[in-house]
T-cell receptor, first 114, second 117 residues
Framework: GNSVTQMEGPVTLSEEAFLTINCTYT??????LFWYVQYPGEGLQLLLK?????DKGSNKGFEATYRKETTSFHLEKGSVQVSDSAVYFC?????????????FGKGTKLSVIP | GAGVSQSPRYKVAKRGQDVALRCDPI?????LFWYQQALGQGPEFLTY????????KSGLPSDRFFAERPEGSVSTLKIQRTQQEDSAVYLC???????????????FGPGTRLTVL
């Protein structure tokens, strides 16, 4: 079945540091890939997505590239801010007809300190 | 515009009680999903509706869990005879239609935190 593995947290970085959160997946076919973010006290929000191989999703300075050869979708940001402190979830969905649920990783908690 | 809303936000139940959790999706969204999120884990799929039709309920953990969406908008997740292992945050999400496999985005509600004593 489908599964997502992302790096364990928590991750603590200083402001303006470079961020990488690793995510690899197992899926049949060609899934769509997502990063969701959950800020403290808020619901899950879509951060970025990519629907086919070599696509790059980007938003708010975050980027992730769909790498089919390594089955990866690592999240990166060049310079993190305190406001980026949140829990980040990597997720995938099947792209065929029928069921469309998201399969999530366990989440990575990021804390950015001034 | 209004996002996905869920009520109640918090629910405490005694073991054995029945509970009902409500989800109001974004107006016009065809697809509706329920997920269960245990503490420190990612959300796990429970069930999926397209309009009023429940197309997938493969994630429901037992026959104590039941979901409905009778008019294709508001949905209710019901848990009968609650157990301690049911304690979790229950998330509802809606999307325009066609599913995330076509790049469709799911919008999540704030969740209902259920605690079973």
């Amino acid at each position: 079945g489908n599964s997502v593995t992302q790096m364990e947290g928590p991750v603590t970085l200083s402001e303006e540091a470079f961020l990488t959160i690793n995510c690899t997946y197992t899926a049949t076919g060609y899934p769509s890939l997502f990063w969701y973010v959950q800020y403290p006290g808020e619901g899950l929000q879509l951060l970025l997505k990519a629907t086919k191989a070599d696509d790059k999703g980007s938003n708010k300075g975050f980027e992730a590239t769909y790498r089919k050869e390594t089955t990866s979708f690592h999240l990166e940001k060049g310079s993190v801010q305190v406001s980026d402190s949140a829990v980040y979830f990597c997720a995938l969905s099947r792209s065929g007809a029928g069921s469309y649920q998201l399969t999530f990783g366990k989440g990575t908690k990021l804390s950015v300190i001034p | 515009g209004a996002g996905v809303s869920q009520s109640p936000r918090y629910k405490v139940a005694k073991r054995g009680q029945d509970v009902a959790l409500r989800c109001d999706p974004i107006s016009g969204h065809v697809s509706l999903f329920w997920y269960q999120q245990a503490l420190g884990q990612g959300p796990e799929f429970l069930t999926y509706f397209q309009n009023e039709a429940q197309l997938d309920k493969s994630g429901l953990p037992s026959d104590r869990f039941f979901a409905e969406r009778p008019e294709g908008s508001v949905s209710t997740l019901k848990i009968q005879r609650t157990q301690q292992e049911d304690s979790a945050v229950y998330l509802c999400a809606s999307s325009l239609g066609g599913g995330p496999g076509r790049g469709d985005t799911q919008y999540f509600g704030p969740g209902t935190r259920l605690t079973v004593l």
